[in-house]
């Protein structure tokens, strides 16, 4: 077994700093300090594992982490004894310029080498039944997954319990070399690591302006006798509006996500919901028939060029943030990256993109 | 002072029950039956009382009843010290059909005698200058007033406990002459009553088929910045769906209500929501605006007639049940018929209507 070689501060219990310190405990004594673990964007959040259904011409590198990310899954997940759902993403267009917009997604990735099935509406109909007449056509993507955020949030706290992680219930302030800044206190630490979403900006001044709070309202849904269950992810274009539904064990379904810019604001609004509702139903006609169990918002942490924050930004103090919607998915190489820069090693090739040089000048 | 003449027990503690049970309070010894008093449909109410704009031809009797509890509602308010909103009602009609059906209104309301003022578009939204252009014609009710059903709960319900009234939170299973059977004991009464809304008709055989489960979803709204804020109820017709808006001190906003008889389901659904959102923003376009704080269904008591059952089964059993969507309006003179009658009194005239004895033979 590694050593204890000394203290690490995470600052932030979402599942990027759970990851993080859960990873790091191995050879490390680790505190995570947040009022409320486990909680955050993370608990809002789809639980989509899907990279490619994500990706963009320009984004190429953060479809390489995500896919590098996405290989790491199946043994993250098994050693925290949470399921997955493998059976893919159907993405369904509904007008045309929806299905044009899938036209670019699949050029796009069969030019980097990662062919993607082009459905019809009805080929799509075929693999999806739940879906409905008003979808033009589709995109099949086998090799996504999906996991219970909820579920692994629980696993991933509880497992970092269990590997020695201690936690610290205070407001972090900020983060400087050797010390974390708490409501009611410091801690002195050779490490800090910061993980603490979209409010990092506010934690250290190179941060300022590279994170900020993106809202996002999901609704969570429930299967009712009668309805035709969905059986595997469904990401859809309504009008060029993204919506995805995420079926859960149980008959739960995830209905998200709206994007708004508007600072740190968790309200759920009307306009979010009867968007969400409209575009879901336009896809799933049947959803009608769902029970709407819930309604929140988060915030994830957007970046300037949508790959996350993740390395040195001055002796002793790293950065994890700025996942945007990717937090679930690249928690397993975020953790693996931040491993080695604390041990002094080179991280995963495809993690390189994200070190914060890129945007400001670091002290390493 | 009264005195205490003998023990009464009253079955269900939503507003109903609460009435006749306060109002009881001041000669006899009472005790409420509810495992969770101060809830059911009253709890998720929208709180007009407003019984003109609920009316409609070969319902005059309804109107009447409602017309007598609203002239009881400022005492009864004051005695509770609860506050009522007073700004009257604007009834607002989208399409042609809707506008048709306003006349009706009009001039049934006319011919008994109650002359509402009929608005245009224009004139509606220089009353409510939250109803947007979509708004073909209106009508205005000044009398109407709105109280918020849950204060009203919680006020009921301490005003109850402090006049004697006992609570016992076991489940009723029965009413018969002379004992209401609970879930682990028998309550040996004078006198029951029995006002557990749609609950009601598995209490007595003689309630079989007359109390009904009238499913209805309401969504709690609040003022956002920039949102334009809503003056006084707003009733709408959208495409013959009735629509309503109750605003609440403090920037809260109460809309409701869909209809379905549906059994005793109590989940909230993905196409309630969206009717009742897409209606209200038909009619009031910055609601889209508001954040959305809550979703929730009741069960309203349905009867036959859509008038209440009021009044005795068998010797020593009364029932106070089916108000529909009319409960917390019909609550003053419920209460007082039905004091009436346990003093061996005539009911106030208009409650006459809703004597049990116009379905079923009843036993005095």
């Known amino acids: 077994m590694s050593e204890i ?25 680790v505190t995570v300090v947040d009022p409320a673990p486990a909680r955050g964007a993370s608990w809002v959040a789809g639980g989509m594992l899907a990279p490619v259904t994500e990706s963009w011409p320009g984004e190429e590198a953060l479809l390489d982490l995500g896919a590098a990310s996405l290989d790491r899954w199946p043994e993250f997940a098994a050693r925290l004894d949470v399921p997955l759902l493998t059976g893919g993403t159907v993405v369904a267009a509904v007008d045309a310029a929806d299905a044009a917009q899938l036209d670019v997604l699949a050029e796009h990735l069969a030019s980097l080498g990662r062919a993607v099935d082009r459905l019809t509406g009805r080929e799509l109909r075929e693999r999806e039944p739940a879906a409905g007449p008003g979808v033009r ?9 999906a996991v219970d955020n909820r579920e692994l949030l629980r696993r991933l706290e509880s497992a970092a319990r269990r590997a020695g992680v201690r936690f610290d219930r205070r407001r972090a302030l900020g983060v400087e070399s050797g010390a974390v800044l708490l409501d009611g206190g410091v801690l002195e630490t050779g490490t800090a690591v910061i993980a603490a979403g979209a409010w990092s900006a506010a934690l250290h001044p190179a941060l300022d302006t590279l994170v900020r709070p993106v809202k996002g309202e999901i609704l969570r849904l ?122 002094g090693e080179q991280p995963p090739a495809p993690a390189r993109a994200a070190d914060p040089a890129r945007h400001v000048p670091t002290r390493r």
């Open 5 to 29: 070689v000394r203290e690490i501060v995470v600052v932030g219990g979402g599942v990027i700093g759970l990851s993080v310190a859960w990873r790091l405990a191995v050879s490390h004594e």
């Open 137 to 145: 056509s589709g995109l099949m993507v086998p090799g996504d997954l």
């Open 222 to 343: 429930r299967e009712r006798a009668g309805a035709l269950p969905l059986t595997r992810t469904l990401r859809a274009l309504v009008e060029s509006r993204p919506v995805y539904l995420v079926p859960r064990a149980g008959g739960e379904v995830v209905l998200g996500a709206t994007q708004y810019e508007a600072g740190f604001d968790t309200e759920v609004t009307v306009g979010g919901v009867r968007d969400l509702l409209a575009d879901a139903e336009r896809v799933v006609p049947g959803i009608a028939e769902y029970g709407l169990t819930e309604a929140a918002a988060g915030l994830r942490a957007g970046s300037r060029d949508n790959l996350p924050l993740v390395g040195p930004l001055e002796p002793g103090v790293l950065v994890a943030a700025g996942h945007h919607r990717n937090g679930l998915l690249l928690a397993p190489i975020t953790a693996d990256a931040v491993y080695a820069m604390v041990a």
